[in-house]
């Protein structure tokens, strides 16, 4: 077995290597993707939509991200593992940041945690970092703040707003972060973004410039249907192939051809001739 990827592995390969990142969100889906080499898995709260069919990331919690960030952990025996830390489980001050990112080492059993939001969430940035754990940032289309940007649109399409970007992103890598994800904004800002700071940027929707690149795992194999953004590449179609497996297997066992011989456990003919014997006791009047 390699040797588990770290936090301080991920900000070294700045201007080294192109960096790998996608989610998970359980035990098989961290094996494949621990197993196809990928530096980091991301137990997003995208979760919330991709797996529990919740219309946005608001409504997931400690619990459910907990739940999913074990199952991935007991998976995912190199990647760099982190836990995303749901809407409100950081917001509301330092002491409640510095405890849930605490929890996603603990009890999860993550290695790092990302957050969304720029300057504004320095301070809670500087405290999770000064308890030793490792924080990734999240800045341009923040998904549990899409009631504030007016839903999920690309960010900083003009100077001024691609100014503020770029110091959002100065102020995290200041705090501490070790790598910073960029969401859905122009590539000339996130190129401009990742030659300004001396931490990994990591692209969603950003182009190609930058250190690296996450996607959502449903989005790159074609699992998830209700909505396709633009900066995703699907890798495969398996919604298709897997209906088509369901249809065959209920089609099968409506006609008596599931399961067949190779299915089934046999019996020494002299005790099947006994249970072919036996009465069983009828119930009910
Ligand atoms: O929750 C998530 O999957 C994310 C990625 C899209 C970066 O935050």
């Known amino acids: 077995m390699s040797k588990r990827i770290t936090a301080p592995d991920v900000l070294a390969a700045k201007g080294k290597r192109k960096l790998t990142m996608l989610t998970a969100y359980d035990y098989p889906s961290a094996v494949w993707v621990d197993e196809s080499g990928m530096d980091m898995i991301l137990v997003g709260d995208s979760l919330a939509m991709v797996v529990l069919g919740q219309e946005d990331t608001l409504s ?15 998976g995912a025996k190199r990647a760099l593992i982190i836990g995303d830390m749901p809407f409100l489980s950081y917001q509301c001050g330092v002491e409640q940041a510095v405890l849930n990112a605490g929890r996603f080492l603990k009890e999860g059993r993550a290695q790092a945690v990302k957050l969304e939001g720029g300057k504004r969430v320095v301070p809670q940035v500087e405290a999770i970092v000064a308890a030793g754990i490792p924080v990734q940032g999240h800045i341009g289309l923040t998904p549990q703040s899409s009631a504030q940007l007016g839903g999920f649109k690309v ?15 100065q102020a995290l890598a200041e705090a501490g972060c070790f790598s910073i994800v960029l969401e859905a904004i122009p590539s000339p800002v996130a190129a401009r973004i990742t030659e300004t700071v001396p931490v990994p940027t990591i692209g969603i929707g950003a182009g190609p410039d930058c250190d690296g690149q996450v ?3 449903h989005d790159v194999l074609g699992l998830y249907d209700r909505f396709l953004p633009r900066f995703v590449k699907q890798y495969a179609r398996l ?16 006609q008596g051809r599931f399961p067949g011989p190779e299915h089934t456990f046999a019996m020494a003919e002299e005790e099947k001739t006994k249970v072919a014997k036996m009465k069983g006791k009828k119930k009910g009047p």
């Open 215 to 217: 996607l959502v795992i």
């Open 239 to 254: 919604g298709k192939p897997i209906r088509e497996a369901l249809t065959l297997y209920r089609e099968e066992v409506e």
């Open 60 to 74: 997931v919690g400690m619990e459910e991200m907990l739940h999913h960030t074990r199952a991935v952990a007991r």
């Open 155 to 169: 960010q900083g399409k003009t100077a001024g707003a691609a100014k503020a970007l770029i110091e959002d992103a």
